[in-house]
């Protein structure tokens, strides 16, 4: 289970994220979707302290830490609870695919070598690059390094990933790829936040629809709930847009 | 003007070729020295750590822009006196015009190159995408595991080509020692050169000799780089199996 509680966080006088409260229960596949600008990245990076707020308390798998006063050493913790999935891959630029696994597995949960291949192999397998683990990320495609910061974020067997637009960065015919990838993931019951602007894809995979406006978040609900009868206002103007979207793309 | 004494050159030669492991010492422990200094002021200035960034771009301004000889005149006349003085107040009998001038010109050396160094690792720290550190964090590696085991290779990789600008044009610096009276390469021949009035037979020694030095120094720094030839950069054909990049 992850807990938000009282998170805020404001880049000068920009106040991102404001005071937001939230409970995800464990293999909940949440999605994230509202307008750019809004403080959805910023709310996903908030949750593994990449960014860190300036008020509240984010609690996951028994560890709770409070923005303002946290040690190293709880930091370090509490990310290792979690993975996540950034928009323009990060796989580390001077490690194979299958490195890109094993670093985690070797250095942050302290597996032996061979233990840490073996399950990197699994994961790539998975994502169905097996026959690429020894290539270098500028090697791959955009699809396919998405596919192995999937698995390399599968294999550290965390409480949540979290997605940032894992998407949004890639050619449209390496979409579908990578959507494929993340279902799968869903299916084996592992909890998810994915933020992404692919409403379709959201409604069809998400199984909790967050909608978040100018650091709040407006609509929480089922995805038919959130989609076809919007409380409010603000929600029903962006699923408006993207209905018409919809019509266009017919 | 007499004929060139191609016996006198060799001697002089002979007696510059004495003067290499000085000129390898001003040459290497400022740059070995300079490397974790560059680093970690490099760093400074990047977090932009309130006072240490500014005193070290000032340090940086100071240290690249302004000759290296008036940097070598000023350590070796001003900073004697200035130490006798502070000994003096002091009260401790050490005697500072005892001590040797080398260590001056490692000193100079050192604050010079420390200064290119800094700017060097600056632009390669910057060249490597923040995000690198950020994955390295997010699988949960500590601060300083992600910095060492996934950013600092690439930051390496990058530098190189600098640091071996900067060993070069190092090495050419320590030519100007001789001013400190210590006895490198340039010294000596210079010695010889003053006392016979055969400058050319002295100097070519040394051009030849610091030619050489040089050459080689270049020469390693691009074995150095493909031997790290990191099967990671773009553009380098990835082999398969398992390539593990040492560094
Ligand atoms: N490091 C930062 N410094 C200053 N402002 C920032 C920083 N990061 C984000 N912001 C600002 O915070 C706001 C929210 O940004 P955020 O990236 O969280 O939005 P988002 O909802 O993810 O948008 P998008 O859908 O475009 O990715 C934006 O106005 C952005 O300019
Ligand atoms: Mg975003």
């Known amino acids: 289970m992850i807990e938000i509680k009282n998170l805020s966080k404001s880049f000068g006088s920009h106040h991102v994220i404001r005071d937001i409260s939230l409970t995800i229960n464990d293999k909940e ?13 910023t709310l996903l990076r ?18 709770t830490v409070d923005c303002r006063k946290h040690s190293r050493y709880n930091l370090l913790n509490l990310r290792r609870k979690s993975a996540m999935v950034f928009q323009n891959y990060n796989l580390f630029q001077n490690k194979t695919a299958l ?25 790539l397998e998975k994502v169905g690059l097996a026959d690429r683990a020894y290539d270098y990320p500028h090697r791959l495609s955009g699809g396919q390094q998405q596919r192995v910061a999937i698995a390399r974020a599968m294999a550290l067997d965390p409480e949540v990933i979290l997605f940032d637009e894992p998407t949004s960065a890639l050619d449209p015919e390496k979409v579908g790829e990578v959507l494929l990838a993340i279902k799968r993931v869903a299916r084996e019951g592992i909890t998810m936040i994915i933020v992404t602007h692919e409403l379709d894809f959201a409604r069809n995979v998400a199984s909790r629809i967050l909608f978040m406006d100018e650091g709040i978040i407006l609509e929480d609900g089922a ?18 847009n993207y209905n018409n979207d919809f019509i266009y793309n017919i | 003007m ?15 070729l004495t003067g290499i492991p000085v000129t390898l010492i001003l040459s290497v422990i400022p740059f070995l020295i300079a490397i974790p200094l560059g680093i970690g002021i490099a760093f400074l200035r990047l977090k932009k750590v309130i006072g240490a960034s500014q005193l070290f771009a000032v340090y940086s301004s100071f240290a690249l822009g302004t000759p290296l000889i008036i940097q070598i005149y000023l350590c070796y006349y001003v900073l004697p ?9 002091l ?5 500072i015009y005892a001590i040797d001038p080398i260590f001056y010109a490692l000193l100079v050396f050192t604050f010079n190159t420390t200064a290119s160094m800094t700017e060097t690792f600056r632009s390669a720290l910057n060249a490597v995408d923040q995000g690198q550190h950020e994955a390295g964090l997010a699988v949960g590696l500590s601060g300083f595991r992600s910095f060492s085991r996934i950013v600092m290779p690439q930051v390496f990789l990058i530098a190189l080509p600098n640091m071996a600008t900067t060993a070069v044009n190092l090495m050419k610096g320590t030519s100007l020692a001789f001013v400190m009276a210590v006895h490198d390469v340039m010294a000596k021949a210079r010695i010889e050169g003053i006392y016979s009035y055969k400058n050319i037979e002295s100097y070519l020694g040394a051009f030849i000799i610091f030619f050489i030095l040089c050459f080689v120094t270049e020469r390693l720094f691009k074995l150095l780089e493909s031997r790290l030839n990191a099967p990671w950069r773009k553009g380098n054909q990835a082999k398969g199996g398992e390539v593990e990049v040492a560094l």
């Open chain 1, 29 to 41: 596949v949440v999605a994230l979707i509202g307008p750019s600008g809004t403080g959805k990245t």
């Open chain 1, 46 to 63: 908030c949750i593994n302290f990449l960014t860190c707020g300036d008020k509240g308390e984010i609690s996951m798998g028994g560890l």
């Open chain 1, 99 to 123: 490195q890109n696994i094993t670093e985690g597995l070797i250095y942050a949960k302290g597996l032996k070598k061979p233990e840490a291949e073996k399950r990197a192999c699994v994961e």
């Open chain 1, 223 to 240: 995805p038919d709930e959130v989609f076809q009868t919007p409380k409010n206002e603000r929600t029903k103007r962006f699923m408006q």
């Open chain 2, 2 to 16: 007499a004929a060139f004494d191609v016996r006198f050159f060799i001697d002089t030669f002979l007696i510059a």
């Open chain 2, 81 to 89: 006196k200035a130490l006798a003085e502070f000994v003096k107040f």
């Open chain 2, 91 to 95: 009260g401790i009998g050490i005697d």
